[in-house]
């Protein structure tokens, strides 16, 4: 039987976050944008996704205007928090306001860390779209 995984821990850069999966309407509207840039990429690739994944969705990504790819971004990145600690205990925050701004100022300023973020959680989020797998599916 399988479970659906809901969350998953990274660590970027010595910090860790963890995203979360994004609820259905988001996850949907979010796919069906990456894919009306990245289906003519798989077309190109014979409609089949094996170890180029990530390649094909970061160019998904990166061939998107800047109004669409900032509003995919901040919808991905709303499904992220990041983990500080403080007496031992786990303090999420979300990496993005309620307005959409970053929490954080470092990671304002710190785009390499963003950019892997954003690809992170689009990988966690909608992979399994593109790749014709179920996303987020871990057997028991």
């Known amino acids: 039987m399988a479970t659906r995984e809901t969350e998953k821990f990274i660590d970027l850069n010595g910090q860790r976050y963890k995203l979360m999966k994004l609820d259905a309407d988001t ?21 089949k996704m094996d170890s180029d994944n ?16 900032m509003e995919v971004q901040k919808a991905l990145l709303g499904s992220v928090l990041k983990i500080s600690s403080a007496g031992g205990v786990d303090m999420p925050m979300p990496v993005l306001k309620a307005d959409g701004s970053y929490a954080d100022e ?6 390499k860390t963003v950019i892997s973020l954003v690809i992170q959680a689009a990988l966690f989020n909608v992979g399994g779209f593109f790749s014709g797998q179920e996303s987020g599916q871990t057997t028991t």
Do not use: H
């Not at 996850?27 to 409609?47: E, S, T």
């Not at 990530?54 to 790819?69: E, G, P, V, W």
């Open 27 to 47: 996850g949907c509207y979010v796919a069906f944008k990456l894919a009306g840039v990245a289906l003519p990429l798989l077309m190109g690739a014979q409609g």
């Open 54 to 69: 990530l390649k094909l969705l970061s160019q998904a990504i990166t061939s998107m205007n800047r109004a669409d790819f």
């Open 106 to 111: 470092e990671l304002r300023q710190d785009a």
